[in-house]
């Protein structure tokens, strides 16, 4: 009795959702946005104050004149995650980004973690990105509001509440919400102002810098740095030269600089949300989310490029770097434009992080994960309202009366966590037998029959090979085409490669001196996981792929899905464990409210009924592969 109870629990824990959208549910929102409105999101989203602030600081501390190759090497490790998410688009053209990506080839219970986890990183994000804001606008005006609200309104509670009520934040918040509820549209056209000027300020300052740069800075010695701190004042100081040239802080501070850089370019993910209002999704979702991408990083690296050409990276200010760099190559008029456009770039950054909150929240209430009433959507606007009112009213309380600093890095394990579990699903789904959504059931059900009537025959041949057999149909699959058993090897491989990844990730993350440094112990560790990882790889890369069309694949399948994986998992190691606390006891709230309320109100606890046979696998039934 107990094993059976346990039984129907795993099941439940790991039902997937079809691809076909569920009954009376598809289709609500209004389709309105075209490639380039995903473009403008995407961009918005990604390229925020962070290109304005975050250039100087790995400037300065990490790789100097490198820090281009720093944005090379983030950019190239983004769009290993802005491609699962493209494919992805391109199947499942509907609401929930990585929550429905999950949720279609994973599970329910990882799906709920998924979409509990991007919330919790869009509230963050909106409410810090809109302190931000507050604190740039009270630069330009002298902090008079902030320094009255100290001595007023202060809030003493260290590290847990800010220092005084942000009522400039608060009323931003609320603002963009009821811009967010008059419809999608609307908002993307404000989101295209705000990108506009942000660019052309950008473009401004990179062609500045190519006017007024000096190519002698990206090849500095210690004499100029000498010089440099003789004419030093008492108020200013010098970062380290480190070996001076164009990488003066070795590969070593590449890879650092690279680690930080990588966190510039979040933000795309949101156009993944826009598959109900998307015209064309299947097309314009992978196109959005490449080009947002390319021209994050031409951006992203022609404004560093400028700034280290236009003045010594160890004389950067890490807190205002352009404005600072404007007014050493006596262009110091030109801080006003930057200050416009860190505010254009603040508020499309917090457009971009309020947008698709309530859109995750809506296809998990849709789903019955959460409350239902939170997919309920506004007759005229076509917006999942009550979803966008709820999610407004937290961000807006949060950027109100709470500290940030200390929980953005909660919220990135959140979208570290979204990366990772999509270049997952990309790397089970394509290995997937095809079951064509809309074709009729008689049809089906003899496609079915000689699947099966296959499956038996080849193994009836198992016992006869014995082991030697087994291993060889892993390595040479006996069907050009994916089957059921397929399938599961693949699942079987792609969770192994997870775990040994996870293993592999800690061992770099917390012990690297001793693995680079020739530990024999350590190094033994290192090469068999790497041998273990190698192994369950070739296996995949033989399983046969799902031929059906598609408008857009991850290409070097398993190879892309996989580095993906490891850069995730290597970035949320680096988090410490007070971040990991709270994220558990993010996660026990959400548990709370998924097994009080969702595994109990889910759409696919109605539409499917648990195996019958016990040794039927959770997963003998895989997802559809591709819409037609």
């Known amino acids: 009795m107990l094993c059976q109870a346990v039984r129907g629990l795993g099941w439940r824990l790991a039902r997937r959702r079809p691809l076909a959208p569920a009954k009376g549910s598809g289709g609500r929102l209004a389709r309105c946005l075209g490639p380039l409105d995903l473009v ?19 400037a300065r501390d990490k790789a100097g004149p490198a820090i281009v190759l720093c944005f090379l090497v983030a950019a190239l490790s983004s769009v290993l995650s802005g491609l699962c998410y493209a494919e992805f688009g391109a199947r499942v053209p509907c609401s929930g980004s990585a929550y429905l990506y999950s949720y279609v080839t994973v599970g329910q219970l ?8 991007l919330i919790l990183s869009y509230v963050i994000g909106a409410a810090s990105v809109a302190r931000a804001w507050s604190a740039a606008f009270e630069g330009l005006t002298g902090g008079h509001i902030s320094q009255a609200l100290r001595g ?11 220092e005084y009520p942000d009522f400039l934040a608060l009323g931003l918040v609320l603002l963009l919400t009821a811009l967010l509820a008059l419809g999608a549209r609307e908002s993307v056209l404000v989101s295209r102002a ?12 990179i062609l500045a810098g190519f006017i007024k740069g000096d190519l002698h800075n990206w090849r500095l010695s210690a004499q100029d740095y000498r010089e440099a701190a003789s ?13 001076g040239g164009f990488v003066p802080f070795a590969f070593a501070g590449i890879f650092r600089g690279a680690a930080t850089c990588f966190f510039a370019f979040i933000g795309f993910d949101g156009i993944a949300t826009t598959g109900e209002e998307a015209i064309r999704p299947q097309r314009s979702i992978p196109l959005g989310i490449i080009t947002s991408l390319t021209i994050c990083f ?33 262009w110091a008029p030109a801080r006003y434009a930057v200050a416009v456009g860190t505010l254009c770039a603040l508020s499309s950054s917090l457009l971009g992080a309020m947008f698709p909150m309530p859109r995750v929240i809506y296809a998990m209430a849709e789903d019955g994960l959460l409350f239902r009433c939170l997919a309920r959507i506004h007759a005229r606007t076509h917006t999942p309202i009550l979803a966008t009112a709820l999610s407004g009213v937290i961000a807006a309380f949060m950027a109100f009366v709470f500290e940030l600093s200390d929980l953005v890095d909660l919220a990135t394990i959140g979208t570290l966590l979204a990366y990772l579990l999509v270049a997952f699903s990309v790397l089970v789904l394509r290995y997937q037998p095809d079951q064509n959504l809309h074709a009729d059931k008689n049809a089906k059900t003899e496609e079915v029959s000689e699947k099966s009537v296959q499956e038996a025959s080849s193994l009836e041949l198992v016992p006869e090979a014995g082991h030697a057999g087994t291993l060889r149909s892993l390595c040479v699959p006996a069907s050009a085409t994916p089957t059921s058993a397929s399938g599961r090897v693949v699942y079987g491989c792609a969770s192994f490669l997870l775990l040994v990844l996870v293993a592999l990730c800690l061992l ?25 990882i190698v192994g369950a790889a070739l296996v995949l890369w033989r399983q046969p792929q799902n031929p059906a069309p598609v408008h857009f694949k991850v290409p070097a399948l398993p190879l892309l899905p996989l580095l993906s994986i490891s850069v995730n998992i290597y970035l949320m190691m680096q988090m410490s464990p007070g971040t990991w606390a709270q994220f558990g006891v993010w996660m026990l709230i959400g548990f709370v409210i998924y097994f009080g309320y969702g595994i109990r109100h889910s759409l696919v606890e ?23």
Request: net charge negative.
């Open 40 to 58: 403008v999101l995407g961009v918005g989203s990604t390229l925020g104050a962070g290109v304005y602030v975050l250039a100087g600081e790995v």
């Open 110 to 117: 990882l799906a709920f973690v998924t979409g509990w986890n």
């Open 152 to 162: 007023h309104l202060a809030l003493d509670a260290p590290h847990v509440l800010a």
């Open 194 to 205: 705000f990108t506009g000027v942000n660019l052309l300020v950008l473009g401004f300052v």
């Open 231 to 243: 004419r030093l004042n008492g108020t200013e100081s010098l970062g380290d030269l480190g070996a």
């Open 298 to 330: 031409l951006v992203y690296f022609g404004v560093s490029a400028s700034l280290t050409l236009m003045m010594p990276y160890y004389q950067i200010r890490a807190d205002s770097p352009l404005p600072e760099a404007f007014v050493h190559v006596g």
């Open 508 to 532: 770099l993350a917390q012990w690297p001196e001793r693995v680079f440094s020739g530990e024999l112990g350590f190094v033994a560790v290192a090469v068999v996981l790497l041998l273990l």
């Open 606 to 628: 109605a539409d499917q009924q648990p195996p019958a046979s016990a040794s039927q696998p959770p997963h003998a039934d895989p997802p559809a592969a591709a819409l037609p």
